[in-house]
């Protein structure tokens, strides 16, 4: 799967949209059903991290598509850190059509 949903500072004209930049691929806006958080601890306290729920509302993103992820998805990962995991979500394009993507959510808090 060559789709990566984001909602953050991964996003067009955010702060880290660089590094989906040097990769290079295409954008479509999109959404997925779930709520975003503000990380309260750990080194990415203070960003937003996503909790999927089929019943919440729709967050707003966007569908980030290249062959090129394949060999991006450890740095990525890396980039993402511990607070992070990536998983599989259905996307909601705007076009009204639905596909597969990865996302990050928010780990569940270590103590």
Known sequence: MNQLFVYGTLCPNRENAH?????GGDWEKASVHGTVHILDWGPDQ???ALVLNEQDSQ?????FSTEKLQ???QMLDDFEGLQYERVQVTVFLASGEKTEAWTYVMKARQE
């Open 59 to 63: 967050i707003e993103g966007y569908l």
């Open 71 to 73: 060999q991006n998805w």
């Open 46 to 48: 203070g960003l937003p």
């Open 19 to 23: 590094i989906l930049g040097e990769i």
